[in-house]
C-alpha cells in the first residue's frame, strides 16, 4: 500500500463505523497560546472533551498534521540521526466524544491492523495498565484483549507508558497500546531482547487507545467523568513503515521522492536501507533537510513565518538547521526553494493549503536562504575573533556562543563544528541558561487572540452553572440597541459577584441578549452605555470580554448614575457613530485583502489584523516590500469597489462548504461547523464573524497611510477610511502648502528647488567638515605633529578634538599616523555630551601594540567600550568629562605596550 492509500483507508475504514471525517486543523492551535504548535490529533477536539463545545457528530477522524518541537515532544534534535524521529508527522485517529468506549475501540484497532491492512496477528502485542498509584489494573481491556490475542501476549505496563493525561488536572485515563513485532532478523544488541521494552527496532508502537475516562482534581483524586471519551492516535510514517516492510520511516514513498531529490541537487545517494538501515555518510543530512523541509513548508502554508519570535522562531531554527545540513552536503547557495515543488505533487492531493500557497512558500524559504547566506558572511568574522579570544582559555562562554546564535543567526551545531577543529570546547550550560531566558522573554511578549476567558468569581456554583450554561445571545448583527434585556450577573473591579454597582462604581456586567460586539478575527470591541429612564440608570459600557467559551459576555461598565442591580432590566445602546466607523474599516480590509491578491498574485494571505474605529492595520504574507506604484493601483482598486456601491451579503453556511466555495480563512482563528461568510459578489469572500457596511459604498474615502515589514515574508499596510480619512488628506494637504509658501516657488517646482537645496546643504556640509580637519591638522604645512612626544622607538600623539563628525575623526587620525615614521595616534572628540575615541597605529608597530587593545584599557574611563583591528579601533562613551583623564592614560598605555608588558582592562585614571 502507498501512504496515500494508507491514511485514505484508515479514514474510509472510520467512516464507515459512523465516524466524521474530519479535515486537519492548522498547525497554528486557535484559541490556545498554551500550545506551541498542533502536537496530537485530539488537539482540535479539545473542547469536545472538556464539554465546552457541541458539535452535530460524537465520533470522529482525522489524519492531523502535527509538529513536535518543544517540551517533552521535542524531537528535535533525534531528527537526522534516527530512522523514525520527525519534526512534522501525520497523525491519524478516531475519537468517540461520550459515545463508545473500551469495547468498540479496542475491536475496532484489531479489525483495522488485522482484516484491512493484513498484519498477522501473531505479531501484534497489546498492552494495558496494570495498575500503579492507587490507580487500579485495567480488567476490562484485559478481558477484551483476551478475546482477541492469547493472555501470555497483553503486556501490562506502569504510568509512564500507559497513562494519559491532558494536564496536572482534568480529563485523564488509562492507555492500551499496540505493539507490531517486526521480526527476529532484526539485529539487537543486547544479549536477550527484551521486546517491547528493548531499545532495539525489532518492536514498534504503531496504535495507542487512550480511555478518558477520569478527572483529576487539585489534590489528585480521580472521580469517573459523566460521560467517557476514546483518543487514540497512530503515527502515519511509522505504520507505513510496517506495512511497506521498512525498519526507517524515511525508506518509505512518504520520503522517497524527496531524498530524490536532495540526492539530485547535492550529488550524494541516500541508503540503501534493507532489511537494516546502515549509516551512510551523507544520511544523516539528508534526513534532516528531508524532514525539516516538510516542516518548514506545512508551517508556512499554515501561516507562520520565519522571525525572532515564538513560532516564527523555531520555523527560522527549523529552516537553518537544514540550509547548515545542505552546507554539509555540499550546497553552496540556496537550495531548499527547489524541493517544495516535489513536496507538493507528493502530498497537495491530501492538503490542498500546500498547492494553494505554493508560492507563499517558495518565496518565503528562497527569501529566507538568501538571509542565512548573509549570516554566515556576516557572522563568522565575529565568530573567528570569539574563538581567538577563547583560545587561550580552551573555552568559548554561553553567552558569546549565544550571541553568535541569537543575535547573528549561526547555528549551534555551526558554532560547535569550528570551535572543536580549534580544540576549543563550548560552555553548552551556560548557553542554555542564556537561550531559556530568551525564550521566556519572547513568549511572555507574544500577543493572541482576544476574547480567552477570564476569571470570575461567582457568588455560588449554583450561579455559577446557571450563566455558563446560557447561550451567548448576540443581536448586534442587525441591531445597535436592545430594550429590556436582563442582568444575569454583576461583578465588581475585582471581578467577584455583586448584588448591585452603585452611583462612581465600576465593574462587569452580564446580559441576557447584548448587541455589544466582542473583540475577535482583528476587529475591537463595540462601547456605549446601559440605561434605564424610570429609575435614572446611566452607565458607560467601556469594553467586552468573555465568560468562557459559548457563555454570554461581560460588559465592562462605569456607572455615572443611578444603581445597576442583578435581575434589573436595562437598555443597552452601543455607540453608533464609533460602531460604524469600525463598520467601515472592517469593509474596508476585505476589499484590501481582494486587491492585494489580485495585484501581488495569490500567495497573499492574511496574518493579522485591527479594525479599530480610527484606522484599520492588514497584515500579509508577501517577500517584499510593495512598490508605490502597486500601492497606488491597490489603493485605485479598492476606490473603485467604494464607487460601485456593491451590496455586502452575509449568510451562515457549512465550515468546509464555505471553504471550498472560496472563502478565506484567517490565520489563527477557530471555527465551528457553521460559519458566517461576509462576501462582496465578485470581488470578496471570506469566513468572518465582524460587523460590517451594508453596501461598500458606506466606507467613502479610502486612503494607505503606510506600508512596512513586520517579520520576515509579512508586510503590513496601514490605511484609514470615511472622516478620518478626510481628516489625513487635509491635514497632509495642508503641510504641502505649508512647504510650498516656505519655499516661494509654484507647486510645479516644488520638487526641484526641496532637491536643490538638499544637494546644496550635502556640498556645503562637506566643505565644512574637511575646514574643520584641516584646521585639526594644522593648516596644509608641517606643524600637525608638534605635540607628538617620543615613547622608546615610536612617537605617539595623544589629542582632544573638537566638532568633527566620526568619519572625519578617523581620517584625522589616519593622516596624523601617516605623518608620523613610526606612531601611534589617540583622539578624543565631544559632540552633544558623548565622547568619540579612536586609536591608528603604524603598521610596523602593530606586532607590539594593538589598537583594539588600547580602546578596551582606555574606553571604560569615559564609561564606555569599544574594539577594532590591530591598525584601528574605536569606541564610545558618555563621560567627556572624562576625556583629559582618558589621553593622560593613553601615554602609560602605550608605553607599557612598547615595553612589552599588559596593560590592564579599564586602567584608574589619574587624579
Not at 408 to 430: C, N, Q
Not at 571 to 590: E, F, G, S, Y
Not at 708 to 719: F, Q
Not at 785 to 802: H, K, P, Y
Request: aromatic share 6%.
Amino acid at each position: 500500500m502507498t501512504s496515500s492509500e494508507v491514511r485514505q483507508s484508515f479514514l474510509d475504514y472510520f467512516g464507515g463505523q459512523n465516524h466524521q471525517i474530519v479535515r486537519s486543523a492548522p498547525l497554528v492551535p486557535a484559541d490556545d497560546p498554551t500550545l506551541l504548535f498542533t502536537n496530537a490529533g485530539m488537539n482540535q477536539f479539545k473542547d469536545l472533551f472538556l464539554g465546552r463545545e457541541r458539535r452535530s457528530y460524537t465520533r470522529a477522524t482525522s489524519s492531523q498534521k502535527c509538529m513536535r518541537v518543544s517540551g517533552k515532544h521535542n524531537d528535535l534534535n533525534n531528527v537526522g540521526p534516527s530512522w523514525r524521529h520527525h519534526t512534522f508527522f501525520e497523525m491519524l485517529g478516531n475519537f468517540s466524544f461520550g459515545d463508545y468506549f473500551k469495547p468498540e475501540a479496542i475491536p475496532f484497532a484489531w479489525t483495522l491492523l488485522t482484516d484491512v491492512w493484513g498484519l498477522p496477528a501473531d505479531r501484534l502485542y497489546p498492552t494495558i495498565f496494570r495498575g500503579e498509584s492507587g490507580i487500579p489494573r485495567d480488567d476490562e481491556a484485559h478481558a477484551i484483549w483476551s478475546g482477541l490475542v492469547p493472555a501470555d501476549r497483553i503486556i501490562e505496563l506502569g504510568l509512564e507508558e500507559n497513562f494519559w493525561a491532558m494536564g496536572d488536572t482534568g480529563p485523564c485515563g488509562r492507555c492500551s497500546e499496540v505493539h507490531y513485532h517486526r521480526g527476529d532478523e532484526i539485529p539487537c544488541g543486547e544479549p536477550v531482547c527484551l521486546g517491547i521494552d528493548c531499545s532495539c527496532d525489532r518492536y514498534v508502537e504503531i496504535w495507542n487507545n487512550v480511555f478518558m475516562e477520569f478527572d483529576r482534581d487539585e489534590g489528585g483524586a480521580l472521580t469517573p467523568l459523566p460521560a467517557a471519551s476514546i483518543d487514540t492516535g497512530m503515527g502515519l510514517e511509522r505504520i507505513v513503515a510496517v506495512l511497506q516492510g521498512k525498519v526507517s520511516n524515511y525508506d518509505t514513498d512518504l520520503f522517497d521522492s524527496l531524498l530524490r531529490a536532495i540526492g539530485d541537487l547535492t550529488g550524494r545517494t541516500y541508503g540503501p536501507h534493507t532489511p537494516q538501515p546502515s549509516p551512510g555518510p551523507h544520511d544523516v543530512s539528508m534526513r534532516v533537510v528531508a524532514d525539516h523541509l516538510r516542516a518548514m513548508t506545512f508551517l508556512i502554508a499554515d501561516g507562520v513565518m520565519p522571525s525572532n519570535e515564538w513560532r516564527g522562531y523555531v520555523l527560522r531554527k527549523i529552516m537553518r538547521r537544514a540550509m547548515r545540513h545542505g552546507k554539509r552536503l555540499g550546497t553552496t547557495g540556496p537550495f531548499l526553494h527547489e524541493l517544495v515543488d516535489v513536496l507538493v505533487t507528493d502530498m497537495g492531493p491530501a492538503y490542498p493549503e500546500l498547492p494553494a500557497n505554493r508560492d507563499t512558500v517558495v518565496q518565503v524559504v528562497h527569501t529566507e536562504e538568501e538571509r542565512f547566506d548573509a549570516v554566515l558572511n556576516d557572522g563568522l568574522p565575529r565568530l573567528e575573533l570569539a574563538l581567538a579570544d577563547a583560545a587561550q582559555r580552551g573555552v568559548l562562554a554561553g553567552p558569546d556562543v549565544f550571541r553568535l546564535y541569537d543575535t547573528y543567526g549561526l547555528p549551534l551545531d555551526f558554532v560547535e563544528d569550528l570551535a572543536s577543529e580549534r580544540g576549543i570546547t563550548i560552555d553548552r550550560e551556560g548557553f542554555d541558561v542564556a537561550l531559556d531566558a530568551q525564550r521566556h522573554q519572547s513568549r511572555a511578549t507574544a500577543s493572541f487572540g482576544a476574547g480567552g476567558a477570564t476569571q470570575f468569581q461567582f457568588a455560588s456554583d449554583d450561579e455559577r452553572g446557571s450563566v455558563l450554561a446560557r447561550p451567548d445571545h448576540f443581536d448586534g448583527y442587525t441591531a445597535t440597541q436592545i430594550s429590556s434585556t436582563e442582568i444575569l450577573v454583576l461583578f465588581d473591579e475585582t471581578r467577584s459577584a455583586v448584588a448591585e454597582l452603585g452611583s462612581g462604581a465600576g465593574g462587569y456586567a452580564v446580559l441576557d441578549r447584548t448587541p455589544f460586539y466582542l473583540e475577535a478575527g482583528g476587529q475591537v470591541s463595540d462601547t456605549g452605555r446601559l440605561t434605564d429612564t424610570e429609575t435614572g440608570l446611566v452607565a458607560a459600557v467601556a469594553g467586552v470580554e468573555r465568560l468562557s467559551p459559548g457563555a454570554p459576555r461581560a460588559h465592562h461598565v462605569q456607572v455615572t448614575e443611578g444603581c445597576l442591580r442583578t435581575g434589573s432590566r436595562v437598555t443597552a445602546t452601543v455607540d453608533q457613530t464609533r460602531r460604524d466607523a469600525i463598520r467601515r474599516n472592517h469593509t474596508a480590509t476585505h476589499l484590501l485583502h481582494a486587491a492585494l491578491r489580485e495585484r501581488l498574485g495569490a500567495h497573499v494571505k492574511q496574518a493579522g489584523s485591527l479594525v479599530a474605529p480610527d484606522r484599520l492595520r492588514f497584515d500579509f504574507a508577501h517577500g517584499s516590500p510593495v512598490s508605490q506604484t502597486a500601492l497606488d493601483e491597490i489603493e485605485r482598486d479598492v476606490t473603485a469597489a467604494v464607487l460601485a456601491n456593491g451590496s455586502v451579503e452575509t449568510q451562515v453556511r457549512p465550515t468546509q462548504d464555505a471553504i471550498d466555495a472560496g472563502a478565506m480563512a484567517l490565520f489563527g482563528e477557530k471555527y465551528g461547523e457553521s460559519v458566517r461568510v461576509v462576501s462582496v459578489p465578485g470581488v470578496s469572500m471570506e469566513l468572518c464573524g465582524g460587523t460590517h457596511c451594508r453596501a461598500t459604498g458606506d466606507i467613502g474615502p479610502f486612503t494607505i497611510t503606510q506600508e512596512s515589514g513586520v517579520a520576515s515574508g509579512v508586510r503590513r499596510i496601514e490605511a484609514v477610511t470615511g472622516h478620518t480619512a478626510v481628516d489625513y488628506l487635509q491635514g497632509r494637504r495642508a503641510v504641502v502648502h505649508a512647504v510650498i509658501g516656505a519655499l516661494g516657488v509654484p507647486e510645479s517646482q516644488a520638487v526641484e528647488t526641496v532637491d536643490r537645496l538638499h544637494t546644496d546643504a550635502k556640498r556645503l556640509a562637506r566643505e565644512l567638515e574637511q575646514l574643520k580637519l584641516q584646521t585639526a591638522l594644522g593648516g596644509t604645512t608641517g606643524g600637525a605633529t608638534d605635540d607628538a612626544v617620543e615613547i622608546g622607538d615610536a612617537q605617539f600623539v595623544a589629542r582632544r578634538v573638537a566638532g568633527l563628525e566620526k568619519g572625519s575623526l578617523r581620517g584625522l587620525a589616519d593622516s596624523l599616523r601617516d605623518r608620523l615614521s613610526r606612531g601611534v595616534v589617540v583622539l578624543a572628540s565631544e559632540s552633544d555630551g558623548k565622547v568619540s575615541l579612536v586609536v591608528s597605529v603604524s603598521q610596523d608597530l602593530v606586532g607590539r601594540v594593538h589598537a583594539g587593545q588600547i580602546v578596551k584599557t582606555l574606553a571604560p574611563i569615559i564609561g564606555g567600550g569599544g574594539g577594532g583591528r590591530a591598525d584601528f579601533a574605536q569606541a564610545g562613551g558618555r563621560q567627556p568629562e572624562k576625556i583629559d583623564a582618558l589621553l593622560a592614560s593613553s601615554r602609560t598605555v602605550v608605553g607599557d605596550m612598547l615595553a612589552g608588558k599588559q596593560p590592564a582592562t579599564g586602567v584608574t585614571a589619574p587624579a
